[in-house]
T-cell receptor, first 114, second 115 residues
């Protein structure tokens, strides 16, 4: 079946612009996660959703970052007034439910802020 | 707070040699442990996991990892590697009672298998 998909695969933006990154989880998966992979920091947790609510937003680096999930499916990660340090690969994952279920990762969106 | 340390950022080995990728975690509570693999130009895939029960867990492609609570380790081993095992390997931990579902990852170990 179809895996987790993310769009765009690559995004180049100018410093100060806003960007939206999209994640389509595996159909039927209730939990959705966002991570960031960067050279200096490795893989960092950003936020996760159970259904449409986000019980843990502790990983969002600043108030320029926000995320939403609608209809228990698609999620959008928005970065406002992008900075060069936001350049990274943004990974989305989904799992059938929370707790012991495996997280399936998408291919990521590579964001470059110039 | 939990943390994961992967001491080796890069591990070069020759084909058919054994390999061990080290992972240590810090946590004051029980944890779930995972190894993920990222092949070149591909997404992260779960390799194996420890949730409870037998401390030795195996993957379908010959890797195994052993949970050692006293040493807070979850090292990944393979007795004989192939060229196709070249990838980046990430160890991760989750606190099942922590109220959060986030995975905390190590910084990764790049395994390069040379002919």
């Amino acid at each position: 079946g179809a895996g987790v998909s993310q769009s765009p695969s690559n995004k180049v933006t100018e410093k100060g612009k806003d960007v939206e990154l999209r994640c389509d989880p595996i159909s039927g998966h209730t939990a959705l996660y966002w991570y960031r992979q960067s050279l200096g920091q490795g893989l960092e947790f950003l936020i996760y959703f159970q259904g449409n609510s986000a019980p843990d937003k502790s990983g969002l680096p600043s108030d320029r970052f926000s995320a939403e999930r609608t209809g228990g499916s698609v999620s959008t990660l928005t970065i406002q007034r992008t900075q060069q340090e936001d350049s990274a690969v943004y990974l989305c994952a989904s799992s059938l439910k929370l707790a012991v279920y495996e997280q399936y990762f998408g291919p990521g969106t590579r964001l470059t802020v110039t | 707070a939990q943390s994961v340390t992967q001491l080796d950022s890069q591990v070069p080995v020759f084909e058919e040699a054994p390999v061990e990728l080290r992972c240590n975690y810090s946590s004051s509570v029980s944890v779930y442990l995972f190894w993920y693999v990222q092949y070149p130009n591909q997404g992260l895939q779960l390799l194996l996991k420890y949730l409870s029960g037998s401390t030795l867990v195996e993957s379908i492609n010959g890797f195994e990892a052993e949970f050692n609570k006293s040493q807070t380790s979850f090292h990944l081993r393979k007795p004989s590697v192939h060229i196709s095992d070249t990838a980046e390997y990430f160890c991760a931990v989750k606190n099942p009672q922590g109220g959060s579902e986030k995975l905390v990852f190590g910084k990764g170990t790049k395994l390069t298998v040379n002919p």
